[in-house]
């Protein structure tokens, strides 16, 4: 059986280069994305930065511990109380100390943080030229290779929140830069009037005495050896990055799986049906059907090893280009790269090689049952019969989809608009449409050239013809359009969709006319300018969380804002289901339809930001919507949260434009912007997807090229096999032009049959998002990304033209009266 398949392979290489070629790509599109997928699994290793100089620091703790049934629950505070000043002092008398205090400050149009100097040495920074700041207005600051402002020099810095604060100062020193953070350093006291807080504490004293002055302040943990890490700026900032690209790849590797499985397994069984004649031939020669099965499976098996041993190879070479492209579009920290593993590639090898043979092995049942008398016809006609198995799998598919789409609409919309939801669930209807296929393609053709066939000429009704009779060729070369175009749609169409949708109901919350902050500590100042401004009324909130177990295990955090009730009442339009806002006081909570205790006038026990437990009385519902309905409550529940927000409304009857020049004037003397509320949430709720729009793309891109190649492939294989219809036709008196305009034309025809099934997919899903929406009392329409689904069928229509034409005009190189009277 080998040699039969070694042999058979040479003279029909065309169609078996076809399937290396996609099981080679789709082998390596697992490997390239399972080794970039592998390289997110372990942060790297780092040593304390910030306080790596420190031998015990004290901070406060930023975790929240609850003890549960099921063991022990942590989430992050929001707002963790700094060191308190009794033990600052305490901590002195054990050795010698170094204040910590970390504000945000902004310097030549970088962000950057402040930090009095004495804490420097526990760093440790070290001067590299000029001296420390001895006196109020002079700065240290970081030199990055020889670039940035020397001493001496001039620089404006601006400090967010205190704008007192905001001005120029003198460079007196600079100290060599770090990669987790650009500082500046201020004299003692003038870090400490700007900020009066104590951060955290590096000691020189022995680490038990510290721990035993710390026990009598709750909420203060003492940091030792590489615990030390966790006052670092943003400690978990590695893995948190890691989470975010390892969710994109995880999402990569399903749909490039999935999409290449598909293929190759069509490649396979198009592969296949190609050779009826050759299959009765061998049938005729006396071969038993399990020796046609066998021989299919043999050639599958040298294919498989092949392709799948170059696909590792390929994928090899191409998740470093991979990694660099995530970190370029900003999707990876800058030091992601490709680690050692090696289960990736021994994955996408034997993933290949499965798939080879589950693909042959399907296509060798049905060789097997092929008819000696199939050699004897002088034409192969394409009965389009789907087996059942695949109809009966398609259908289960496509009715698992539909069903848990409905399902979720009836128990739970809200989870329609989840990330894993909105990527996973329309990956049902588009397998199970895929493999619909060769059911659909037919009445689908005849639909969609109807008016094409009663154009003048023969071209249109040729193509037409040709289209809905071979329905197998036509269903394999449009499956991979259907499939590009519907995840096009259905994943950029649903991220857009509900962008609009939050930036919508963020537009339909507020009542503001005026909105400023949003990013970061406002200046009192300006809020104080505010709230005296004549003719509105302003709502100054915090945003701040809060923590509620919810069935005795599960810690839930919530963001919150925290606000004044009647100022928030007059600039808010909250959607209250239930209960009233101006019900909210310093004992009670506004909760949406998510919580677990959601009954006006119940008492539910939350953690506050900085980790105090409360009981407060549910004093109103909002419904969920999009999920960006939180939680709100008043300022003395904030747990010490500044101001950063301050929405405006003009009172009736006031002068708008006298209350917005008094607003802008108050903001220009106080460096914060002021922006109209549809300025604001354009600025904070955008509609282009952000970061995971970036990804799918991406994903999308890689998923395109395959199926470009694969298409490209099918065709190329299928124009290969009609050298002798073109002949006939020039026999019959069409000259080249028209040959190969109508294989064009028909290659056209197959892709506007893909992408008309394609925008049907896409569109259903679409359909479930905003019902989802509708369920959820959210106003949105639906948005369709008409430029990205325009450039995939653009793309590939592109690859169908070359890919039919090429091969064509290669055919029509030959005398058609040779190659019509030639028997294969």
Not at 130 to 145: F, K, L, N
Not at 704 to 710: D, M, R, S, V, W
Not at 803 to 814: I, K, W, Y
Request: proline share 5%.
């Amino acid at each position: 059986m080998l040699s039969s398949a070694l042999r058979s392979m040479r003279t029909r290489w065309v169609t078996f280069v076809g399937s290396f070629v996609a099981l080679a790509l789709g082998a390596g599109l697992l490997a390239m994305t399972g080794l970039a997928l592998a390289a997110t699994f372990d942060a790297p290793d780092r040593s304390p930065e910030r306080f790596a100089a420190a031998p015990v620091v004290v901070a406060p703790s930023d975790t929240l511990r609850v003890a549960t049934s099921v063991g022990e629950r942590t989430a992050r505070l929001t707002d963790p109380r700094p060191v308190p000043r009794d033990l600052a002092d305490g901590l002195s008398a054990l050795g010698p100390t170094a204040e910590d205090r970390t504000f945000p400050v902004r310097t030549a149009g970088t962000d950057a943080v402040g930090h009095p100097w004495s804490v420097a040495a526990a760093t440790p920074y070290r001067l590299l030229s000029g001296r420390a700041p001895a006196r109020e207005g002079e700065v240290v600051v970081t030199a990055d290779a020889g670039r940035g402002p020397r001493a001496g020099d001039r620089i404006r810095i601006a400090v967010p929140g205190a704008s007192a604060a905001t001005g120029p100062r003198t460079v007196v020193g600079t100290v060599a830069a770090t990669d987790f953070e650009t500082a500046v350093f201020f004299g003692d006291a003038e870090a400490a009037r700007i900020h009066p807080a104590v951060d955290a504490v590096a000691v020189h004293a022995d680490a038990d005495a510290v721990r035993r002055l710390a026990r009598a302040f709750p909420g203060m943990s003492v940091l030792t050896g590489d615990d030390r890490r966790r006052a670092d700026p943003d400690p978990g900032r590695d893995s948190e990055a890691l989470t975010a690209v390892n969710a994109l790849l995880g999402t990569a590797a399903g749909i490039t799986g999935f999409v290449s499985v598909f293929v190759v397994a069509s490649t396979f069984s198009f592969a296949v049906a190609q050779r009826r004649r050759e299959f009765g031939l061998l049938r005729t020669a006396g071969a038993t059907p399990g020796q046609v099965r066998r021989t299919v499976l043999a050639e599958a098996l040298v294919i498989g090893t092949l392709a799948s041993a170059a696909g590792c190879l390929l994928g090899e070479a191409a998740a470093p280009l991979l990694a660099r492209r995530l970190v370029d579009e900003g999707l990876a920290p800058d030091w992601f790269a490709i680690g050692d593993a090696t289960w990736p590639l021994h994955t996408a090898f034997w993933t290949g090689l499965a798939v080879a043979l589950a693909g042959a092995a399907v296509s060798a049942h049905r060789a097997g049952r092929i008819r000696p008398v199939e050699a004897l016809r002088d034409a192969v006609v394409d009965d389009g019969r789907m087996p059942p198995s695949r109809a009966l799998l398609g259908a289960a598919v496509l009715l698992t989809g539909l069903g848990l789409l409905g399902w979720s609409l009836l128990t739970d919309p809200g989870d329609v608009l989840k990330r894993k939801a909105y990527i996973l669930q329309p990956m049902w209807i588009i397998v199970g449409c895929a493999l619909l296929a060769p059911l659909l393609v037919r009445p689908s053709a005849r639909l969609l050239t109807w008016f094409p066939a009663r154009l003048p000429g023969a071209t249109g009704l040729l193509a037409r013809q040709n289209a809905s009779t071979s329905v197998r060729r036509t269903a394999s070369v449009a499956a991979p359009v259907l499939i590009t175009v519907a995840l096009a749609g259905s994943l950029l169409g649903t991220v857009a969709t509900i962008d609009e949708a939050r930036a919508t109901e963020a537009t339909a919350v507020s009542g503001a006319d005026f909105v400023a902050g949003g990013d970061g500590p406002l200046d009192p100042r300006f809020v104080q300018r505010v709230r005296s401004v004549p003719g509105a009324v302003a709502s100054a909130s915090r945003s701040t969380g809060v923590t509620v177990l919810e069935e005795g295990t599960a810690l839930i955090s919530s963001e919150a804002r925290a606000a004044d009730p009647a100022a928030l009442a007059a600039t808010a339009r909250l959607p209250l289901v239930a209960g009233r806002l101006t019900d909210l006081d310093d004992g009670s909570v506004v909760v949406n339809e998510e919580w677990e205790k959601r009954t006006v006038g119940e008492h539910v026990r939350v953690w506050l930001g900085d980790g105090r437990a409360v009981s407060l009385r549910v004093a109103a519902v909002m419904r969920t919507g999009t999920g960006s309905n939180g939680v709100y409550l008043t300022p003395a529940n904030a747990a010490g949260a500044a101001v950063d927000r301050v929405d405006i409304k003009v009172r009736a009857g006031a002068d708008r434009s006298a209350v917005r020049a008094l607003l802008e004037k108050a903001g220009r003397d106080t460096a914060t912007p002021v922006m109209t509320r549809d300025a604001w949430v354009a600025a904070h709720h955008p509609r282009t997807g952000g970061s995971t729009r970036a990804g799918l793309l991406l994903i999308l891109g890689i998923a395109l090229l395959y199926t470009g190649i694969a298409l490209a492939n099918t065709l190329v294989m299928s124009t290969s096999d009609r050298v002798r219809d073109l002949a006939v036709l020039r026999l019959t008196g069409a000259t080249a032009s028209q040959v190969l305009r109508l294989v064009a034309v028909e290659a056209l025809m197959v892709v506007a049959v893909g992408a008309f099934l394609g925008g049907a997919v896409a569109g259903l899903n679409l359909l479930g998002v905003r019902s989802a929406l509708a369920l959820l009392t959210v106003s949105s329409p639906v948005v369709v990304p008409w430029a990205a689904v325009g450039a995939v069928l653009a793309a590939c229509a592109v690859a169908a033209m070359v890919s039919a034409v090429l091969p064509a005009l290669a055919a029509l190189r030959a005398r058609p009266v040779e190659v019509a009277g030639a028997r294969e």
